[in-house]
């Protein structure tokens, strides 16, 4: 098992250095100037002197080449110093820092809601399988699943906070759960899906299995059999929530733009439309770092419980 971890780990690591290494390369080629655009290139605004640009790129290492930029920001990156935003000079580590209590906020609660939604959904669709619930779950389910994040949160938005005023327009984590309840929830009904036909999967089998029959023929009742069921089914259940970080890590960028949410996802969208080099790597890590770490937990939890996986490793 730990031979098999460090394997994933290195793997995740190398991934995540390609990734961070695209992205820089992108933004660096993309069209604009990053300093015309921290310097007041933006539509209304004064235009910048070319002293004052030299400057900003000089401040900035805007002026090198792009491998020693490259190289330097990995150097400083690997001490954990992100460096300092483009548009108001401070540090990225701190805007993040600001940022990402409302995204972990929103996303923790809607893998929650999630779960508690999908579990009895999958649950009974176990125990009454091809009845008109499970079908009707299962339309509803696919129809969640096809519509895109930000049509959900819109659809959302205009029934809740337009003609019902349950929530306001735009999410604020200061009001307490009203103020984040809308992405919260597009959130949960697109990771809805999956999660409840993967519980519905494991405790079909789990309630098919050999023992779930020799219980039966002994009158258990159906509670401790579901209950036993589901135990059976914990590791698979762990596994896809976990595998489920990253899919909500990209939600958030759409879904936090559609409501206006104050979190990291927002300031990933207002970065890269600015060009703020800095700023788009330093989110880069953390949700990549965020990712690694969820698909390793998600590597762990099928390696429990499907000890096949490790030996196909050569473990």
Do not use: K, Y
Not at 214 to 237: I, Q, V, Y
Not at 241 to 248: E, F, G, I, T, Y
């Amino acid at each position: 098992m730990a031979r098999f971890l460090v394997r994933r780990i290195l793997g995740s690591a190398a991934t995540l250095l390609g990734v961070l290494v695209a992205v820089f390369l992108l933004l660096s080629a993309a069209p604009g100037d990053p300093a015309r655009l921290a310097t007041g290139g933006a539509p209304g605004r004064r235009a910048a002197s070319s002293e004052a640009l030299e400057a900003f790129r000089a401040v900035h290492g805007l002026d090198r080449p792009l491998p020693a930029r490259l190289a330097t920001w990995l150097g400083a990156a690997a001490r954990l110093d992100l460096g300092r935003s483009f548009r108001d000079g401070r540090p990225v580590t701190r805007r993040i820092a600001e940022t990402l209590p409302a995204t972990l906020t929103v996303n923790g609660l809607a893998l929650l809601l999630a779960a508690g939604l999908a579990v009895p959904l999958g649950v009974w669709g176990a125990r009454h399988p091809g009845g008109t619930a499970d079908r009707v779950s299962g339309l509803l389910l696919d129809a969640l699943f096809s519509l895109p994040s930000f049509a959900l949160g819109l659809l959302l938005l205009l029934l809740f906070s337009v003609q019902l005023r349950w929530t306001p327009v735009f999410a604020d984590p200061s009001l307490g759960l009203r103020g984040i309840a809308l992405p919260a929830l597009t959130l949960a009904l697109v990771a809805l899906a999956p999660i409840a036909r993967v519980t519905r999967r494991a405790v079909g089998e789990a309630l098919s299995s050999p023992s779930a029959l020799s219980g039966r023929a002994r009158g258990e009742r159906p509670r401790e059999e579901t209950m036993r069921a589901l135990r059976r089914a914990a590791p698979a259940f762990t596994g896809l929530c976990a595998a489920l970080v990253p899919q909500l890590v990209a939600g958030s960028v759409l879904v936090e733009r559609v409501f206006g949410l104050p979190g990291t996802g927002q300031l990933l969208a207002d970065s890269v439309f600015s060009r703020d080099l800095p700023m788009v790597l330093g989110l880069t890590l953390v949700s990549g770092v965020a990712v690694v770490v969820s698909t390793l937990a998600a590597d762990a939890a099928a390696a429990v419980a499907d000890p096949r996986i490790v030996d196909g490793e050569g473990t």
